[in-house]
């Protein structure tokens, strides 16, 4: 069963528009999320984190929401570029700090 | 600096075969990760270890599949006999830690595997 969600395989966004993915998960222990930036043929990059006692935090044109109570976080990325086209993992970490991934969302940014 | 450093980057072979995936990791983490890709599963976690030491590896598939870290600069995966459903990206990934982990890995460019 997974523990770390996102619905969306895919999502296209026109550039100079925000995106919006998101990640559920259901894990309550949990207390670090972060997401992931992939190229093809490259290895995941860390883009952002966030702990569990913040609600939102900002790096440049990305920004992460978590809602504990809903067991949700969204990245927001304000303005799309096409550059961003790549695919997204969120991830989840706990007490024993192997990170869960889920299966990732893939962005397009058209011109 | 050298990132994580993952050989070969493609392994072509036949089923029944020996399959044997390096990694070198960032000098000084001491957590090392081993992860799949695939579509239908996105990312799992195989294994890690911590100072050398597995310290989880219920994610690795069967018996088929083994993991070595003999030093802090070389780990293994195995694959003995490899199957098709064994064909994936393997990502080798390598983490700096001061107590607790908390989360930030250092993924490899990773081995595509195609097992015909």
């Known amino acids: 069963d997974q523990q770390v969600k996102q619905n969306s395989p895919s999502l296209s966004v026109q550039e100079g528009r925000i995106s919006i993915l998101n990640c559920d998960y259901t894990?309550?222990?949990?207390?670090?999320f972060l997401w992931y930036k992939k190229y093809p043929a490259e290895g995941p990059t860390f883009l952002i984190s966030?702990?569990?006692?913040?609600d939102k935090n900002e790096d440049g044109r990305f920004t992460v929401f978590l809602n504990k109570s809903a067991k949700h976080l969204s990245l927001h990325i304000v303005p799309s570029q096409p550059g961003d086209s790549a695919v997204y993992f969120c991830?989840?970490?706990?007490?024993?700090?192997?990170?869960?991934f889920g299966k990732g969302t893939k962005l397009s940014v058209k011109p | 600096d050298a990132g994580v450093i993952q050989s070969p980057r493609h392994e072509v072979t036949e089923m029944g075969q020996e399959v044997t995936l390096r990694c070198k990791p960032i000098?000084?983490?001491?957590?090392l990760f081993w992860y799949r890709q695939t579509m239908m599963r996105g990312l799992e976690l195989l294994i890690y270890?911590?100072?050398?030491?597995?310290?989880?590896d219920s994610g690795m598939p069967e018996d088929r599949f083994s993991a070595k870290m003999p030093n802090a600069s070389f780990s293994t995966l195995k694959i003995q006999p490899s199957e098709p459903r064994d064909s994936a990206v393997y990502f080798c990934?390598?983490?700096?830690?001061?107590?607790?982990?908390?989360?930030?890995?250092?993924f490899g460019e990773g081995s595509r595997l195609t097992v015909l």
């Open positions: 894990n309550s222990m949990f207390d670090y």
């Open positions: 990934a390598s983490s700096p830690t001061s107590g607790r982990v908390t989360g930030e890995l250092f």
């Open positions: 270890f911590n100072n050398n030491v597995p310290i989880d």
């Open positions: 000098s000084g983490h001491d957590y």
């Open positions: 966030i702990s569990s006692i913040k």
């Open positions: 991830a989840a970490s706990g007490s024993q700090g192997n990170l869960i």
